[in-house]
């Protein structure tokens, strides 16, 4: 594997293999495959341009032929952060063709987060929209440009400004044919690599190898019955693990479905376009079903084409998933997972109560589960506890991160997710909160530990600052700033201005500032963050 990645056991790994799990396939021949078996199938739908399965495999040799002559090779790093464009789907495969690994960046990521994700993994090049909403990435690129000794190149989807234009890139013809196995990769190493939801101030990167992945997608498609019928809307950010591989994206090419983008999460939009391309599966985080379940009442958008939506990414409380097929008419699939890897599904045929109740099992029968006590001692049956995990699609360690891999991994190799859950007599799982110092805001991770550092360092009169969620009936949770300050207190608009000029993505900007003036702390002399939690509910006056 890739310098700096933790493979699995040898023995593990031949275990895998043997049971068929991993099949020795690189994602890049993959989509060679599904181009000779659905050639001329309408693999990918942006806006109003189409791509056939053909024209996607066309494309993506283009761009691996286009990434190799700009000097990109196998093993290096490049950057990718586009929104939901047919350009994500296409670049991705041209660099793994090369071998070559995207990182996936948020497109809400800024200065700070973009500078991190380069320098951690060395890239040598980024690929950006020209303007996402706003904001203009090619300013952001020039920025990091210069901070980051490695990056070489830049290519830009649109308008070029001074970089390179992805379009010339792929204008090139490829020198056909590009071999066909192993198209540049090994199975065994990493593919790409996704970030971590944050329990470190930045975030970390997961290798997922070709293995690892494609049976991923296997495992899920199959569960979701994806076949070649199956239109795909993709709601949420395409990088997100959710969207891209759980079926998502991909597992729905593996199926000669239809993969539709949507550009944003927007009822409209999206209504608009399930009607039109007759969408039949989506995933989206609850913040989004309450928006849809909204808009459903007043829309007359037809969506009976659509059978099934996934909701995870963040608690989705029963009162809502039981307003979801009577709303919009299709049925409701609970999704727990993480870019990590584990993912556990509730499944079509389950009893309604355990779909609305539970999130479901693990996909794999060889995903290995335990709940633990803060001793790493398994608890009772059915009881709450800690959530470890290993299996073959689920990491072994994280990228260049041996110190933190350490505390993160128990010594055989289990991943601690900071999460707290228990398991019923069906052998479902309940998610019942978790230890790790992470707001989930409207599906969003947000490292606490990230925004204190910010708080401090950006506003004079912050001496100490706390970041708690804070429960909010639409988004889930949202970000409260305890601040102990030397001073007036600041208003927050002015200090999310702060932590915006600092390069910091929006979404983990404070919602809410409050002032104390002493943080409670526990017997080992830590901030108290359940204190300073009560504290919030008993001055928003929601405490019971
Ligand atoms: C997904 O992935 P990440 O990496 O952004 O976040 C993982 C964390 C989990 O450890 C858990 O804390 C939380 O998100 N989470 C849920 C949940 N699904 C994820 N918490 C409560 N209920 C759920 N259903 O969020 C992700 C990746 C793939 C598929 C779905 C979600």
Not at 147 to 171: I, N, W, Y
């Amino acid at each position: 594997m890739l310098d700096g990645c933790v493979p699995w056991p040898e023995a593990t790994a031949a275990a895998y293999r043997e049971a068929g799990f991993w099949r020795g396939e690189t994602l890049g021949k993959l989509l060679r495959d599904w181009a000779r078996a659905y050639g001329s199938r309408t693999a990918l739908v942006g806006g109003d341009r189409r791509f056939t399965y053909a024209e996607l495999d066309a494309w993506a040799d283009r761009l691996a032929a286009g990434f190799a002559s700009r000097g990109i090779r196998r093993g290096e790093r490049v950057v990718v952060q586009l929104p939901n464009i047919p350009e994500f789907v296409a670049v991705c495969f041209g660099l793994f063709r090369l071998g070559a690994l995207p990182v996936f960046a948020l497109t809400a990521h800024r200065r700070h987060e973009i500078g991190h994700l380069c320098g951690y993994s060395d890239a040598v090049a980024y690929v950006v929209p020209d303007i996402h909403q706003g904001f203009d990435h090619r300013e952001l690129a020039q920025a990091v440009r210069t901070s980051v000794p490695s990056l070489r190149e830049v290519f830009v989807a649109g308008d070029p400004g001074p970089h390179s234009s992805l379009d010339e890139l792929s204008s090139t013809p490829a020198p056909t044919p590009v071999q066909d196995a192993p198209l540049g990769a090994d199975p065994g190493d990493a593919a790409f690599f996704l970030l971590s939801g944050g329990t470190t101030a930045l975030p970390k990167l997961i290798p997922r190898t070709h293995d690892d992945y494609a049976y991923q997608i296997r495992a899920a498609s199959e569960i979701c019955e994806l076949d070649g019928d199956t239109v795909y809307l993709a709601v949420l950010p395409i990088e997100f693990n959710f969207t891209w591989g759980c079926p998502g994206v991909l597992g729905t090419l593996s199926a000669g479905g239809t993969v539709v983008l949507a550009k944003t999460p927007n009822p409209d939009e999206c209504f608009a376009l399930i009607e039109r391309e007759r969408v039949t599966i989506t995933s989206c985080v609850p913040t989004v079903a309450h928006m849809w379940l909204d808009a459903a009442r007043w829309s007359e958008r037809d969506l009976s084409s659509l059978s099934v939506l996934q909701i995870g990414s963040a608690k989705l409380h029963p009162e809502v998933a039981e307003r979801i097929t009577p709303a919009l008419g299709c049925r409701l699939q609970q999704v727990f997972g993480m870019a990590e890897g584990l993912l556990t599904f509730t499944r079509y045929d389950d009893p309604l109560d355990r779909v609305l109740t539970t999130q479901g099992r693990p996909i794999s029968p060889a995903d290995e589960i335990r709940v633990v006590d803060t001793e790493d001692r398994p608890v009772r049956p059915g009881e709450t506890g800690e959530l470890l995990t290993r299996g073959p699609y689920t990491l072994r360690g994280y990228y260049r991160a041996e110190e933190h891999n350490a505390r993160a991994f128990t010594e055989d190799g289990f991943y601690r997710t900071g999460d707290l859950v228990r398991f019923t007599d069906d052998g479902d799982m309940v998610v019942q909160g978790r230890i790790k110092d992470v707001i989930i805001r409207g599906g969003d991770k947000v490292s606490a530990t990230e925004v204190e550092g910010h708080l401090t360092a950006a506003h004079d009169g912050i001496q100490q600052a706390a970041v708690v969620p804070m429960p909010d009936a639409v988004m889930g949770e949202r970000v409260c700033a305890f601040v102990v300050l030397d001073g007036e207190p600041p208003a927050v608009p002015e200090v999310r201005r702060l932590l915006r000029a600092r390069g910091l993505a929006e979404f983990k900007l404070p919602d809410r500032i409050e002032v104390i003036d002493v943080f409670p702390l526990t017997g080992l002399g830590k901030v108290d963050k359940r204190a300073l939690a009560a504290e919030l509910a008993q001055r928003l006056g929601t405490s019971d």
